[in-house]
């Protein structure tokens, strides 16, 4: 029998023998199960959590920089930029990227290609000097009530200069659900109204307590590091 972080694998019999100290976070999926049931993609070293957002991040580094810095106009306005973050034979890489109107993504293309896989999806938040200039700005409303539907990857990655933060759908089903039952943009403005601190930290705040919700099939997730390549989950 090996012992993997906080779970019992017994090789005679091939079977977890303890349930995964997280599995309250994938209500969908079998708590015996290993990675979603993927090994070949994810990987979970630790027994505590799948490390995908990581590896997609490591992935578009690059892309992610270059999408900030499109996303500010000699004008002094700001447009955000978007993409979509796909994998094909073992490859991860950003396509279909496209600086939006105004301050918003639209137009957005969020597709993948043939022999590709949709692997999430990613968005610039800049804020002109005349909006107050901020950085390291989380997810909003709109961008839980986006992924929520599911069309556009199981990873949502925002890049806001000083930080980058992920939203992961761990479970479709629970987070349409959750969308369909509540007003998510209502809970978010109410805990932003309610929050402390700084801009951001309300922000954060403010999607925190609508992704920990119960039942939301969400988790979030903010960088850790200078070069925004570690996350941690936030709770």
Do not use: C
């Not at 590709?116 to 909006?131: A, I, K, R, V």
């Not at 932003?192 to 999607?207: L, M």
Request: hydrophobic share 30%.
């Amino acid at each position: 029998m090996n012992y993997f972080g906080a779970r019992y694998y017994d090789s005679d019999l091939g079977r977890w023998t303890s349930v995964d100290p997280l599995a309250d976070k994938y209500p969908g999926w079998s708590p015996f199960n290993y990675t979603l049931n993927n090994p070949l993609k994810y990987i979970d070293p630790d027994g505590f959590d799948v490390k995908d957002v990581q590896k997609l991040v490591k992935a578009i580094h690059n892309d992610l920089n270059k999408a900030w810095k499109n996303s500010f106009n000699n004008d002094g306005t700001v447009q955000e930029v978007s993409g979509a973050i796909v994998s094909k034979n073992g490859n991860i890489y950003a396509k279909n990227i496209i600086k939006g109107s105004s301050d918003a993504a639209t137009g957005y293309d969020f597709s993948a290609g043939k022999g590709e896989t949709l692997e999430g999806n990613f968005h610039t938040h800049p804020y002109s000097q005349t909006e107050g200039g901020y950085t390291g700005i989380a997810a909003s409303g709109g961008d839980i009530i986006h992924q929520a539907y599911g069309q556009s990857g199981a990873i949502m990655i925002i890049e806001s200069g000083t930080q980058r933060f992920a939203l992961e759908i761990t479970d479709i089903k629970s987070a349409q659900s959750f969308m369909k039952n509540n007003d998510i943009q209502k809970m978010w403005d109410t805990a932003f109204k309610n929050a402390k601190g700084t801009f951001q930290e309300r922000v954060i705040s403010a999607t925190s307590s609508v992704v920990n919700k119960k039942g939301s099939g969400f988790t979030f997730y903010q960088s850790t590091d200078k070069d925004k390549k570690k996350f941690e989950e936030v709770r």
